[in-house]
């Protein structure tokens, strides 16, 4: 099938279907539609965006933006102890040899220095769904068909599913905790991770899932990332969920095993606390040998903050998962000096500071 073969039914059914080749279209423009089984355009010069109905021949239409895409209609319906009916997604790598422009995967695991990504999902009530993040490794440099092993992110699940195998635990990833899900659907193995709550934007490291799984024994550094989508399974309808924003990047030079923390910077975050109002002054500190060029820094607003304005960094999001980014003029940051920005904003309740910060995916120390 189009993606590898990977959704199990609870009872241990599996769904099949035969590859079939791409419908590619061109890049896509503003509001371009894709109704085509598994039919793809790109968007913003670095991303794929895939329809992918391999469970189905209902009608599936997607409508493409340039930071995304949404389901315009899913005509589809799946047993909800078997498998969903497609997976519409936007990717960066390699899936079925459509690999994105300008990707440097398929990248070894221990050549990673960093591997951040930023997604916002549009939820809808009424269907049977999971809004899941995708992430595939093989041991070798695999640009088409099956790969070995899947992680799973689980962002929002809606209806009577579940993921494929059995639950093996808990987990703390990205500040976040995590129910954990294992098993192979014949085909390829799968690790899940299920949020207890749904998760409608986030700005994360996806290195801290590899090294996890890593730890799990489900892969090692001479594995290969091949792809990281975001993305739908649809059961039953799905009609206007979205991702109305994703962004990945891989960066090389790791040069060995990683643990996604990183003792080459250090954030200081510093605050003027008033009745209902606040600052914050956040220092990053190049504490390494080797210059940072370019720079993103994530981190959670505790509940009830919100960003009203900010300088010296472009700022995503207002509230919950924030990523800062450099601009023009403060991008490098030599080995020993620091860079600084800030931002005001409103809160209720206790006020409190973010628990970690991650710079280009690694977390930092904080003073």
């Known amino acids: 099938m189009r993606r590898a073969i990977r959704a199990l039914a609870a009872l241990g059914l599996l769904a099949g279907a035969a590859v079939t080749a791409f419908a590619v279209a061109g890049p896509a423009a503003a509001d371009t539609q894709i109704c085509e089984q598994y039919g793809s355009t790109t968007i913003g010069g670095r991303y794929v965006v895939m329809n992918n109905r391999w469970g189905t021949s209902a009608q599936q239409c997607i409508t493409v933006t340039s930071t995304g895409f949404a389901i315009q209609t899913q005509q589809g319906t799946g047993s909800t102890s078997g498998a969903p009916v497609s997976y519409p997604a936007v990717y960066y790598g390699c899936h079925y040899t459509n690999c994105s422009p300008g990707t440097n995967l398929p990248?070894?695991?221990?050549?990673?220095?960093?591997?951040?990504?930023?997604?916002?999902?549009?939820?809808?009530?009424?269907?049977?769904?999971?809004?899941a993040y995708d992430i595939w490794l093989d041991p070798t440099p695999k640009k088409d068909g099956v790969n070995q092993q899947e992680i799973m992110i689980w962002f929002n699940r809606q209806g009577s599913i579940q993921p494929i195998g059995s639950v093996v635990g808990n987990a703390t990833i990205g500040g976040r905790s995590w129910e954990v899900w294992r098993g192979s659907n014949g085909s390829n193995a799968v690790i899940s991770y299920v949020a207890p709550s749904p998760i409608a934007s986030w700005s994360f490291s996806v290195l801290d899932f590899?090294?996890?799984?890593?730890?799990?024994?489900?892969?090692?550094?001479?594995?290969?990332?091949?792809?990281?989508?975001?993305?739908?399974?649809?059961?039953?309808?799905?009609?206007g969920l979205a991702v109305t924003n994703f962004s990945a990047a891989v960066n090389g030079g790791g040069g060995g095993p990683t643990t996604g923390t990183s003792s080459s910077c250090k954030v200081t975050y510093g605050?003027?606390?008033?009745?209902?109002?606040?600052?914050?002054?956040?220092?990053?500190?190049?504490?390494?040998?080797?210059?940072?060029?370019?720079?993103?820094?994530?981190?959670?607003?505790?509940?009830?903050?919100?960003?009203?304005?900010?300088w010296n960094a472009a700022l995503t999001g207002s509230s919950g998962a924030i990523t800062a980014s450099n601009i023009s003029w403060n991008g490098s940051i030599a080995p020993g000096a620091n860079t600084s920005f800030g931002f005001q904003g409103t809160y209720s309740g206790s006020f409190a500071n973010p628990p970690s910060f991650t710079l280009n995916g690694c977390t930092c120390t904080t003073a």
Not at 273 to 300: C, D, E, Q, R
């Open 271 to 310: 605050t003027n606390v008033w009745n209902a109002g606040f600052t914050a002054n956040v220092t990053i500190a190049n504490s390494g040998s080797g210059a940072i060029n370019g720079w993103k820094l994530g981190f959670m607003l505790p509940s009830g903050q919100t960003i009203t304005s900010s």
């Open 107 to 131: 990248i070894q695991v221990g050549s990673i220095s960093s591997a951040t990504s930023s997604v916002d999902y549009q939820f809808v009530g009424g269907a049977t769904y999971d809004a």
């Open 210 to 239: 590899l090294n996890d799984v890593k730890s799990r024994g489900a892969i090692t550094s001479s594995w290969y990332l091949t792809s990281i989508q975001a993305g739908f399974e649809p059961w039953i309808g799905g009609a």
